[in-house]
Every structure is written in structure tokens, then in C-alpha cells.
């Protein structure tokens, strides 16, 4: 079953968010990345809102639902850590996502995002 809330678009790989008009990169990096390698790109890292926005409306067997275990980039940094940490989603089985803070050292999967 199709999802209506990602779409193909045409004429590249890359997936239309129904919902907010945001183009998204077709699926999650396939490797870890620091968070300066990941925000480096024509495409940018996705807010912690628009990043679950979107998880939470993927079915389980959605080709773009992260594995368990994974750990997905925000650009969302919180007021209340320290200015090396940002936002992330931790991917967990059932589909079910967490948001956690991370040092942006560390290593994590990059799914971005872009204006359509």
C-alpha cells in the first residue's frame, strides 16, 4: 500500500512530504556520520519536528522506516544542553522513536531534507 504522506517525485529518487511540501533524501544514509558531515550537503538536516512528523506516519514496512537501532540527525539543538549536543531520534522496534540529545562527535544516520 502506498503511502500518501511521501510520494516519489518525479524525475529523481527523492520523496514529497504531502503534508508540509518538504522534499525528503529517498531513504536514511546507509552509514554513521558526525554531525558536521551530515549537516554538509546541498540538502539540510531535518528540524526535530519535521523528522518525527514524518517517522511517526511511516508504516512498519515502509521502505524509508529506520532499522531498530539507528540513530537519526536533527539540526535541533536544546536549550537545555550543552551547545555540542543536538536532537536525535532513536529508532526502536515496533515502530517507535524516542528523541534523545547527542554530541555532535559522535556518529549517526543523516535522513535531509530540502524545500520543494
Known amino acids: 500500500m502506498a503511502n500518501p504522506r511521501l510520494a516519489p517525485r518525479p524525475?529523481?529518487?527523492?520523496?514529497?512530504?504531502?503534508?508540509s511540501g518538504l522534499v525528503w533524501e529517498a531513504r536514511p544514509s546507509d552509514a554513521p556520520m558526525p554531525w558536521s558531515e551530515a549537516?554538509?550537503?546541498d540538502w539540510r538536516?531535518?528540524?526535530?519536528?519535521?523528522?518525527?512528523?514524518?517517522?511517526?506516519?511511516?508504516?512498519?514496512?515502509?521502505?524509508?522506516?529506520?532499522?531498530?537501532?539507528?540513530?537519526?540527525?536533527?539540526?535541533?539543538?536544546?536549550?537545555?544542553?550543552?551547545a555540542s549536543q543536538v536532537r536525535v531520534v532513536g529508532c526502536a522496534p515496533g515502530p517507535s522513536y524516542r528523541v534523545m540529545?547527542?554530541?555532535?562527535?559522535?556518529?549517526?544516520w543523516a535522513w535531509r531534507v530540502r524545500r520543494g
Open 39 to 41: 549537516a554538509a550537503s
Open 45 to 82: 538536516l531535518p528540524s526535530i519536528d519535521e523528522l518525527m512528523s514524518v517517522l511517526v506516519d511511516l508504516p512498519p514496512a515502509h521502505p524509508c522506516t529506520p532499522p531498530p537501532g539507528r540513530v537519526l540527525w536533527s539540526a535541533s539543538a536544546s536549550p537545555f544542553a550543552s
Open 101 to 108: 540529545l547527542r554530541d555532535r562527535l559522535s556518529l549517526a
Open 11 to 19: 524525475g529523481d529518487d527523492a520523496l514529497v512530504d504531502g503534508a
